[in-house]
DNA sequence: CGACTATGGGCAG
DNA sequence: TGCCCCTAGTCGT
């Protein structure tokens, strides 16, 4: 399930795959025209945060992003049919990658590429994301910590299984307000490296030991300290906490 | 096999 | 606020 972690996996794995090649796109559902992309070389496939954008040569940059549902099928066979309901098909002679419920899978002109990476805050996944810019915008937000993480304009990439984990990491109650600069360059400092963790294993990795459990997220209980977990509605998402180990500031 | 849920997010209304 | 996106894993019947 796509937070920021899965779509970086995604474009390193189809920048290696698909960029320098010129892929072959097409649209077996038909909602999307591949025609500014005929004959086409892909230069770079770019993730950043939840978005993944694809550049080509002479082309506007493809915009994908999958929202919840969305999901790449991989195929080493590119002759294998698509089956329904394919939004994009990209292939070369040796693979070939389906897109299915995206979100959106659209042409953006460079000035609306502009304009989304102007409304994304740092990514803890890119090589090029500021810490000091992610720890005043983190420092400045007015709400709940819980629900500023959700915001890509914040931080980009980190979704809600990300935000219950990497809190929990923190010792944080996601209700708390105006955290201070060491607190957000603590958390900052944590999704760097879990998210890292999470993109080279394909899932959220709050555990390196134990890599397909949480500590809190959808669970009953905590796994540290075996209390209830709190569960509530935080910035549109059910928030997941332990009482006892992301104690309330007040 | 149907119901339910969910790791996003934009847009209509 | 509700709905959509040709989803998928899990659970109950």
Redesign the pocket.
Known sequence: ???GH?IHRYAREQDAALAGRVPALSSP?G?FDPGPYAGRALRTVEAY???LLYHFDDSPTLHV???????F?RHADPAVPP???V?LRLATDAVAYDL?????CEPLPDDGVRALRA?LGPDPLRADADAAEAVRRLAASSGAVGAAV?D?SVW?G?????RAELLFLAGLDPDARRPGPEVARRLWDLAVRYLALGRDAG??VSDPDLPDERWVY?RETCRRCGAPVRRWDLG???AYACPVDQPAAN
């Open positions: 399930m796509p937070e899965l559902q909602r945060g939840k978005h992003h999958l929202g919840m549902r969305g999901l099928l089956r329904g309901g939004r299915i419920a995206p979100i959106r409304s959700l890509q980009a980190i979704g809600n299984a990300w899932q959220v959808k549109a998402r059910t």
